[in-house]
Every structure is written in C-alpha cells, then in structure tokens.
C-alpha cells in the first residue's frame, strides 16, 4: 500500500459473538465469526473513514490466520505487515452479549498469542520511521519479545509525528497490576498522544480522576490526553485547554467495540489535523454507533453516518 497513513501494532484474532443476546455462553446456541482485536479494529475503523493503514501483528499458519489476512484486505487495511507463527494458532474470542454493554470476554491465547512473538527482523522500520500515525498499545509490552520489540520500535519513533498510545488494558494478560504500571508507564514517557479510560489512567500514571490524571500525563511529556469517562463523556486535555465532551446517546447492542470505533475516528481527527474538542465529539459518536450494533470491524462506521448522529 503506498501512501500509508496509519500503522497500528498489536493484537488480532477472530470473535466469535453468540447470535443470542441476554444468555450466557452455555446456553448459547450459535456464534457467527468477525475480525477481532483493538489494534486490527482500530485499523478498519481508520480505513472506513478513509485512511490508508496498515497493521503490524502476526497470526497462526491455521485458517483462521487465512481468514484475517483476506478479512483485513476486504476493509481496505493492508496485510503486508501480518507475520506468521508457525508453532502457534491464531487467536480466538468468545464473549456472550450479557450484559450488552460491557459483554464479559474469554479469550483463547495460549501459551501465548502470535502478535506478542513480534521480533525486531519482522519490524517494517522504513515505516515506522516515516507513518504520519503510529498506535501502539498498552497490551503490546504484556509479554516478550513483544515488549522489548514495541520498546525498541517507540525509541526509534522518538514522539514524531502522532504517536498514539492506547491503555488497552487487560488484567488477564499481566502478572499483576504493578508490572503493568511500570511497562505501560514506560510507554507513557515515548508517545505525545494517550488514550484510555478512568481504570486504564489508574494503571497507567497513579490515578483514576480524569483532571489529575491528564495533568500528570501532560507532565511526562503527552501533547493530548484524552480520558473516557463512560457516561459522563471524554475529557480531552492539551498543555493550554481542555474540553469535557458528552456522551452520544445510542441504545447498546454491544458495547465491545466502542472504544475501537473511538480510536479509529481518533486517528482520522489527528490526521486531519482538526481541534481537540472536533475531534473527541466525532470520536464519541463513532463509538456510540459502534455501540448500538453487533460486531466490532463489521461495524465500524462511515464518515456520513457518523456525520448523520452528530446533526440529530
């Protein structure tokens, strides 16, 4: 792909959504297959709202690692950069729709997902030194040699251009809580832009209030800080303003891809180099269409429907 854009690095997988809604998994009858993983889907949503991206990850030599590559290519994000390990199967997701809005996940990674096995040979370097917008994420240093890979590929970046860092924090993948603070933290300090909700900012820099917390991120050297809040909206703070954004108001069917939704309108707001506030009220709208529908790549929105809830 020429001109790239946007390359995002991390997880990927396919999800596997139950076709019942309100029922856990055993009782559930039937699951339909979709793209999966936040960097993946941050991906597509960049691509559906225009942008060239690409993702850097790696997936099993099985079919479900066929069907990423042909799914990624069919969104309009390109392959080149999906590796291969051998010894290990892509993975997968389960998650029953109960509650809608926060679906509880069970994720099939053992003994270790192949988008951790990143090494440094399967780094694009040319790209990273040169991508307009670069999106790491938090589980990305979860595990080696993944962490020292995206350690490596952050201190190469050196803060230029947008350098995005996601939270993305699961406890699942992390020893305890205070690695976790201490790997995510070091991201803190080789990114200008950061974005997660009031638990992730806990992990991340000590705190869960959203003015305190951008204060301290905005002290290590972030240029945008933009902290979700749930119900009461997204905080987005530079060094001179900040700006408390409202929530849109959808009725939920699956509140899993949300915040990938948000992060791909994110990525379109940064690179189209619009204001904080522009870009943090078209962002929530994304991710509340995301939101009101089944799916996560599948349902990432277009630049005219997010256009449409925001004219409501």
């Known amino acids: 792909m020429t001109g790239l854009e946007a390359l995002t690095i991390g997880r990927v997988g396919v999800d596997l959504y139950p076709q019942q809604s309100g029922v856990g998994l055993a009782e559930v009858e039937s699951f339909a297959k979709f793209l999966g993983g936040t960097a993946t889907n941050v991906a597509v949503a960049a691509a559906r709202l225009g942008r060239r991206s690409a993702v850097l990850t790696k997936v099993g030599q099985d079919g479900f690692g066929d069907y990423v590559r042909t799914a990624l290519a069919d969104f309009g994000v390109s392959p080149d950069y999906v590796g291969t390990a051998p010894e290990l199967l892509t993975p997968v997701v389960f998650c029953e729709l109960k509650p809608p809005a926060d679906p509880p996940l069970l994720f099939y990674r ?85 974005v997660g909700n009031r638990t992730e900012v806990q992990v991340a820099v000590g705190t869960a209030d959203p003015d305190e917390a951008a204060d301290r991120l905005l002290a290590r050297g972030v240029r945008l800080a933009v902290i979700k809040r749930g119900a009461e909206g997204v905080l987005v703070a530079t060094e001179y303003e900040r700006w408390t954004v409202p929530p849109c108001r959808v009725e939920v069917v699956c509140g899993l891809g949300a915040g990938d939704g948000f992060g791909g309108a994110l990525i379109h707001g940064l690179l189209s180099d619009w204001d904080p506030h522009r870009i943090a009220t078209y962002a929530n709208a994304a991710g509340a269409l995301v939101a009101s529908r089944l799916a996560c790549a599948d349902a990432m929105p277009t630049d005219s429907e997010i256009e449409e809830l925001l004219c409501r």
Request: aromatic share 8%; hydrophobic share 40%; no cysteine.
């Open 110 to 194: 053992a003994p270790i997902a192949p988008d951790l096995t990143l090494t440094e040979d399967e780094v694009p370097w040319d790209v990273v030194d040169s991508v307009p917008l670069l999106w790491v994420t938090g589980t990305g240093v979860s595990a080696e040699p993944g962490r020292s890979t995206q350690r490596r590929i952050l201190e190469r970046r050196d803060r230029r251009g947008h350098t995005v860092l996601d939270l993305d924090y699961r406890p699942m993948f992390w020893p305890d809580v205070e690695t976790a603070r201490a790997e995510i933290g070091w991201m803190v300090d080789h990114v200008n832009v950061v």
